[in-house]
């Protein structure tokens, strides 16, 4: 058997010493050529990958979206009628003047969770899409609290107009006091909606509802009077001969409310705000009344 001499088993490899060839020998071309080769390849493996990074991102990215999408559905239907906490719940609060998160959210939770996920090679990039991520999503949500709030408002304001308005179609006509009173209860409530154009919207409903409810108790009262007070005296002759089966119109008379749909006879301003259809309308109620009667 071969054996290797000491002193050159003993030896290592000198790592240090790179054999060089004489450049215009086939050696040294075939290994300048290899290199190439694999500088090449290396390259090309590289940007293959930066680009299967760049995908899985997408894709991730995607699948963040619907994540919050879900949040933000879920969010808003578990809300509270008012819509008290929805923004913040889902994306916190940021300082306004250092645009820095003072209070984390929901999306926070969602967005730290899935950056492990993403590729090292696209992480820093995914970051930096968090805080436009947050401005849109944040004005999402603020409108939909918005408009949640708006929401309970008109459906609170609505049940405490019912109150009101019952209240003073079983009071009597008479009470002025009573009635101003109720009236300003609806202003006062009124006043303190947070949306102006619904808020005008429901001061202009007010003036007509409260007068009709007011009308109404007149009729309760007094159909007789009340027709005279709604100033639409043939409406009422009208709707008495049509009951009575009479085919004529009525005769003599004016439909002041016609020609002022503000006007009353009697000058009583708070039936100043009746609409003239429901002027028409309460007038032949009152008929109707002084019919059966």
Request: proline letters at 4%; zero cysteines.
């Amino acid at each position: 058997m071969a054996t290797i001499p000491r002193q050159l088993a003993q030896r290592r490899l000198d790592s240090s010493v790179v054999v060089s060839y004489p450049g215009g020998s086939p050696v040294g071309a075939a290994m300048q050529g290899f290199g190439d080769e694999l500088s090449a390849v290396a390259e090309r493996f590289q940007q293959q990958k930066q680009q299967q990074d760049a995908f899985d991102a997408e894709v991730i990215g995607r699948e963040l979206s619907g994540q919050i999408a879900q949040a933000e559905n879920e969010a808003i239907r578990n809300a509270p009628a008012d819509g008290r906490g929805l923004h913040d719940s889902m994306y916190g609060q940021v300082d306004p003047r250092t645009n820095g998160v003072v209070k984390s959210g929901l999306f926070d939770k969602i967005f730290d969770s899935t950056v492990p996920k993403v590729p090292e090679s696209e992480r820093a990039n995914f970051i930096r899409k968090k805080e436009a991520l947050r401005l849109a999503g944040s004005a999402r949500m603020a409108a939909q609290q918005y408009a949640r709030r708006q929401d309970y408002e008109q459906a609170e304001w609505s049940k405490a107009q019912d109150s009101y308005t019952s209240a003073i179609a079983q009071s009597d006509p008479d009470d002025t006091a009573a009635f101003e009173a109720i009236r300003q209860s609806g202003f006062d409530f009124i006043a303190k909606m947070g949306n102006p154009v619904a808020r005008q919207a429901a001061e202009t409903a007010w003036r007509s509802n409260t007068a009709k409810a007011l009308a109404q108790a007149m009729i309760a009262k007094d159909p007789g009077r009340s027709v005279e007070l709604l100033g639409a005296e043939p409406a009422a002759k009208a709707t008495i001969g049509a009951i009575n089966g009479e085919t004529a119109g009525a005769e003599g008379g004016t439909d002041l409310s016609a020609k002022n749909p503000n006007w009353s006879a009697s000058g009583d301003d708070r039936l100043a705000d009746l609409r003239p259809d429901d002027r028409i309308a309460l007038a032949s109620q009152a008929g109707v009344s002084m019919a059966q009667n």
